[in-house]
């Protein structure tokens, strides 16, 4: 599979307050693809705002490592009032402990969680349909596995080319309004830390790039 290659992060707009977005993914390549797409989309982008994305290279993608990668990050380049830090990692196989001292670690350094539950792949089917109009869900959900997602995500009134190496970036981007709300009426406790049940909170993160637009002073 192509990999991204990480560009050199920089400060490049002409305005002296510009913030950043620094998003660090577990994902190789959907997630930075997604998000690097979604950054130079016309309309979101904004010349105030560097968004930064920062893929898992060296296959070290469990979540305590995606925050070393946001302090190495924060202690080579600095990082100011208005800058955002981004956490997008999939529950899957991580156990309960290690998802809750990561979410402790990243609240205390002021770090932003962006997790989906298992995969990250439900957020992009919500870009079609809510979690209840694909799958019958259990009272927990845990009865639907990533595969069962991306097998929903396939079909042919999502995304039937799929693959984790591309984006169609028209077919979700149009709809991101839609996932966003989709994804909301999913997170059925957002208060807590990270998602017990089936859904994605990337809606956050898709919310702060829309905010920094120009078209949403």
């Known amino acids: 599979m192509p990999k991204l290659r990480s560009r050199p992060f920089a400060r490049k707009s002409k305005f002296r307050d510009a913030k950043a977005i620094v998003i660090a993914t577990e994902g190789e390549l959907t997630e930075p693809i997604y998000f690097e797409k979604l950054a130079l989309d016309e309309r979101f982008r904004n010349p ?28 080579k380049h600095g990082f100011y009032e208005g800058d955002k830090l981004w956490l997008v990692f999939d529950k899957d196989d991580w156990e309960d402990g290690l998802l809750s001292e990561v979410a402790r670690q990243a609240n205390q350094k002021g770090y932003c969680l962006a997790d989906s539950n298992p995969c990250f792949e439900v957020w992009l ?3 079609f349909a809510s979690i209840h109009e694909s799958f019958e869900l259990s009272c927990s959900g845990d009865s639907v596995t990533c595969d069962d997602i991306i097998k929903r995500l396939k079909q042919d009134d999502m995304d039937p080319s799929y693959r984790k190496s591309r984006i169609d970036k028209e077919r979700y981007f149009d709809r991101l309004e839609t996932a966003i709300q989709h994804a909301k009426l999913s997170d059925i406790e957002p208060k807590d830390r990270y998602l017990n049940q089936i859904g994605s909170r990337v809606y956050k993160l898709a919310q702060s790039i829309i905010n920094s637009s120009p078209s949403n002073p």
């Open 48 to 75: 105030r705002v560097v968004i930064k994305v920062l893929p898992t290279t060296d296959g070290r993608s469990a979540p305590n490592h995606i925050i070393r990668r946001l302090d190495d990050i924060k202690r």
């Open 125 to 127: 089917t919500m870009h």
